[in-house]
């Protein structure tokens, strides 16, 4: 690999490092299924970095590396799922150590977090990301040690301030975790904004392909926090399988293009439905009208990503109307593909859900824009 820093990320993507195999000329990496590693005559390990398959499959230091360059990041690391990195983050903290995250956010990591901190001893309290001041409200001095948010907050697309938080955060001596799913290292470096840690579910964007699930931390120092992961993985082995982290280098070099696309669509979508009779609102961060449109511009560049969310007349029978009559976008969860999907998340969420019962979460892929519009138009008709 040679040195690629002074290249654009769009580069060091598209190349996956300008990568080439010394050994064939093969300008892929192979997948490498090996669980273990050969030592010499001398009993050295042929390869040093490389001696059991549990967490030191070569495949993944391409990813790793590539990951951490986009986002800024000292080092990254690969996970078998969105979900296995959070947690990982989460049981590197330690008993009576204290949580603040926001009240709607990912739903697995959420239910994972109440049930989770309760038998590990852990404090948590979860605050209203639409407000400007609960944050500074929820963290204790000495006692919160991370603070973990989610911006643009799924599925109501709340802005939270990525500087100002990690501000609070610092104050308090927490770490500040940023889930960057949504926005990708694309359009916001969480980093560059004072995090510590970046979260990806690589299920979605990253790999952008409905084909692997995936998760991906990055963090701004390697420091004891960094190792207590690094040990998560390495002896709790939530690991990726070697097909999965090469599918993951390879749908990572049209990363760019794909959310550029999706965003910009995204944003025509917003503009076009905006003020629609059978819309209560359309609910997307690149929209003047949204709250936390002035953040948004300050954090994301270069687009406003690929999800926003319909408030739909009549309440969950208007919403459960309306996706049933959908044609090209696709009824599924999930969410970062490069086909577009609608969701009822409430449905999905059931009574204790926090999510409006009248909303839809639609992901935007990379089709025809027109052909979306029409679809949707055709929908509310
Ligand atoms: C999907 C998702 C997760 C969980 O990731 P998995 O790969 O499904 O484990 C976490 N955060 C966000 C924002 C997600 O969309």
């Keep these: 690999m040679s040195k690629t820093t002074s290249l654009a990320p769009e580069t060091l993507a598209a190349q996956a490092l300008h990568y080439v195999d010394l050994q064939t000329g093969a300008v892929i990496p192979p997948i490498q299924p090996s669980t273990t590693f050969v030592r010499d005559e001398n009993y050295e390990l042929l390869a040093p970095a490389h001696s059991y398959g549990r967490d030191e499959n070569p495949g993944y230091l391409i990813v790793e590396k590539l990951l951490a360059e986009l986002e800024g990041a000292r080092a990254a690391l690969l996970f078998s799922s969105g979900m296995a990195a959070a947690t990982s983050v989460v049981q590197s903290l330690k008993p009576g150590d204290h949580i603040v995250a926001p009240k709607v956010m990912y739903w697995g990591l959420r ?175 690149g929209l003047p009208s949204h709250p936390g449109h002035a953040i948004a511009r300050r954090q994301m560049q270069g687009g406003f990503g690929g999800m926003l969310s319909f408030r739909v007349k009549g309440g969950a029978k208007g919403a459960l109307a309306v996706i049933k009559k959908c044609q090209v976008f696709t009824r599924a969860t999930s969410l970062g593909g490069v086909e577009s999907l609608i969701e009822h998340r409430y449905s999905i969420e059931g009574a204790t859900s926090p999510i409006p019962k009248d909303l839809l979460r639609l992901s935007i892929g990379i089709e025809s824009v027109e052909d979306l519009i029409a679809d949707l138009e055709q929908a509310l008709a």
């Design 111 to 285: 239910n994972w977090l109440i049930s989770f901190c309760d038998n590990w001893g852990l404090g948590l309290d979860l605050f209203d990301a639409s407000g400007p001041d609960a944050l500074a409200q929820a963290v204790r001095k000495g006692e919160t040690k991370l603070v973990w948010i989610e911006t643009p907050c799924n599925p109501t697309w709340d802005v939270i301030d990525i500087a100002a938080a990690a501000g609070i955060a610092h104050e308090s001596g927490a770490r500040l975790a940023v889930d960057s799913t949504v926005p990708t290292p694309v359009l916001t470096q969480p980093i560059k904004h004072g995090a510590d840690i970046v979260m990806h579910s690589a299920t979605k964007y990253l790999n952008g392909h409905a084909d692997v699930v995936a998760g991906a931390l990055a963090t701004a120092k390697e420091d004891d926090f960094w190792e207590r992961v690094c040990k998560v993985r390495a002896e709790a082995g939530a690991i990726l399988g070697s097909f999965e982290a090469w599918l993951l280098q390879r749908g990572m070099r049209t990363l760019f293009l794909r959310v550029r696309q999706a965003s910009q669509s995204a944003l025509t979508i917003a503009k076009h439905f905006e003020g629609h009779t059978k819309l209560e609102a359309v609910i997307y961060p």
